[in-house]
């Protein structure tokens, strides 16, 4: 089977949303960074040997309730600008991908990679896109805009139901 698409830096971006909200990487890091500064706050006050004061208690609030917002954007923010400085020329542009019954093959104009269906470890998808990890940050995009006719919706669901939906089940 077939699929043909343009992927995009918005593409890309929406991996990496993806990938920040969703992840246990970043799940990880956002719980340390969210919890590291309320213990910090506290140990301060042991040290020191000060009550608690409201203001501490109100400062640990506003951080619990404001941090994982900030924490998703200057995420999304750093990684986008780092992006931009790279050369993504062997990603972006127009793609192919190639689904058998080994896994799929992926063609851009500068390069050229196959993965066997049982690297994949996580599938993920939304309204635009099918995400398939091979690691929990690190993965490949199948846009559904390549999903044109009713043909290769139905070949593209018979590969997703015989191999990314034992995935999914195992994701649970």
Not at 77 to 105: C, F, H, W
Not at 155 to 170: C, G, H, I, N, T
Request: hydrophobic residues 40%; proline residues 3%; aromatic residues 12%.
């Amino acid at each position: 089977m077939k699929l043909q698409f343009n992927l995009s830096f918005e593409d890309l971006i929406d991996l990496q949303k993806n990938v920040i909200s969703k992840s246990k990487h970043h799940r990880k890091v956002k719980y340390i960074l969210l919890s590291g500064f309320p213990i910090s706050l506290l140990f301060l006050n042991l040290i020191f040997q000060t009550p608690v004061s409201l203001l501490t208690i109100g400062m640990i609030l506003l951080w619990v309730i404001v941090f994982p917002t900030i924490y998703k954007k200057l995420t999304l923010s750093s990684t986008v600008r780092i992006m931009k400085k790279q050369n993504l020329s062997a990603v972006l542009g127009p793609t192919t991908m190639l689904l058998d019954e080994q896994g799929i093959t992926r063609k851009t104009k500068n390069n050229q990679n196959f993965l066997a269906w049982d690297q994949f470890v996580v599938v993920r998808e939304d309204e635009k896109h099918y995400y398939l990890y091979v690691s929990d940050v690190q993965g490949m995009i199948i846009s559904k805009s390549a999903l044109t006719d009713d043909r290769t919706k139905e070949a593209f669901q018979r590969y997703y139901d015989s191999y990314f939906v034992p995935l999914l089940e195992k994701q649970n």
